[in-house]
């Protein structure tokens, strides 16, 4: 069963990098109504393939890059719709957004430069900030207004998330991956 988890897990993940293309097409064909229900499906498959690969202990290096990588795409992708669909939102919170996007950049950047790669921690911290972005992105196309509040928590969450991941880049000589957090490195 454990093989035959391993590519179940990895297909979901595929699948997510597969949509990656299909949501950008959405986006530019202007389908946003195609767009935000392939969003949602994205992740809901982001929380099963996780929720599986521990599981029935179906990890590997290879999920975990894969799934690092349809993470950022799915992202990638809801950020360009925000940007295509819902603008105004983001104008009125540049101050956020840029905090965000410069963290992200800081934090990839080191890892490429530290490690080669981008990181994989896969921290406790960074489970939460996805599950509260995805809430928040699914909502921002499903709903007519943006629900702040969600909003605010999802960003102090991933600012928070990117803090405590630039400091591990910057602690850990080796690049790993599924990392408790900050913490539980610290301890040892």
Request: aromatic fraction near 14%.
């Amino acid at each position: 069963m454990q093989k035959r988890s391993y590519y179940i897990v990895n297909g979901i993940t595929l699948y997510r990098m597969v949509a990656a293309p299909l949501l950008f097409l959405m986006i530019f064909s202007h389908q946003e109504e195609i767009f935000k229900w392939l969003l949602v499906v994205s992740f809901l498959t982001d929380a099963i393939d996780g929720f599986i690969a521990r599981r029935y202990k179906a990890v590997s290096i290879l999920g975990s890059k894969l799934d690092s990588i349809a993470d950022d795409l799915t992202i990638a992708a809801a950020i360009t719709a925000a940007i295509v669909f819902k603008l105004p939102f983001l104008k009125q919170e540049i101050v956020w957004v840029i905090l965000l996007i410069a963290l992200y950049l800081i934090q990839t950047i080191l890892a490429l430069i530290r490690y080669k790669r981008i990181s994989s921690f896969h921290t406790w911290l960074a489970k939460i900030a996805a599950v509260l972005q995805g809430f928040f992105l699914c909502l921002l196309f499903l709903l007519k207004d943006p629900v702040y509040p969600l909003f605010y928590l999802a960003a102090s969450v991933t600012m928070v998330d990117l803090l405590e991941e630039i400091i591990l880049v910057i602690l850990l000589p080796q690049w790993q991956t599924d990392i408790k957090g900050l913490y539980w490195v610290v301890r040892k």
